[in-house]
C-alpha cells in the first residue's frame, strides 16, 4: 500500500502518510485484492471530494484482527445520503462483504474529514 500511496500522492499532489507493519501481511489473494481496492477506492473518493490537505492509511494487525482505516482532513459528506450516480460507497461495502469484513464510515456531524475503516478477523 506504500507504493500506491506514494504514487497517488505524486500523481495529486495531497500528502498521504502509510502506518503500517514493515512485513508483508500473510494474506489470501483474494482478501488482500479486495482490500487493496477497497482503501484505494477510499483514497480516491478523498482526492476527488474532500477537499482534504492530508490523508492517511493506517494498518494494525492484533491476534484477531486486521484493521485497516483510510482518513482524512477534508470537508466530509453525509455517509447516509444517497448518492445517484456514485458507486464509491456501495463498491466499499460489496468488497467489505465479499471477505466477511465490517466496513464503517464515519465523516459529518461536525466532525472534520472522514475515516473508511475495515476491519477482518484474522483467520479469513
Do not use: W
Amino acid at each position: 500500500m506504500t507504493k500506491q500511496a506514494a504514487a497517488l500522492s505524486a500523481r495529486t499532489g495531497l500528502p498521504i502518510t502509510v502506518d503500517a507493519p514493515s512485513r508483508r501481511l500473510e494474506l489470501a489473494p483474494e482478501v488482500e485484492e479486495q482490500l487493496y481496492r477497497l482503501v484505494l477506492e477510499a483514497l480516491n473518493n478523498t482526492v476527488k471530494h474532500a477537499r482534504a490537505t492530508t490523508a492517511q492509511v493506517t494498518i494494525r494487525v492484533s491476534d484477531c484482527f486486521l484493521t485497516i482505516t483510510a482518513s482524512d482532513d477534508g470537508v466530509g459528506f453525509d455517509p447516509t445520503q444517497a448518492r445517484p450516480g456514485h458507486m464509491g460507497m456501495g463498491s466499499m461495502r460489496d468488497r467489505a462483504e465479499a471477505i466477511g469484513a465490517e466496513l464503517k464510515i464515519e465523516s459529518g456531524g461536525g466532525r472534520l474529514g472522514s475515516a473508511v475503516t475495515v476491519t477482518l478477523e484474522r483467520d479469513r
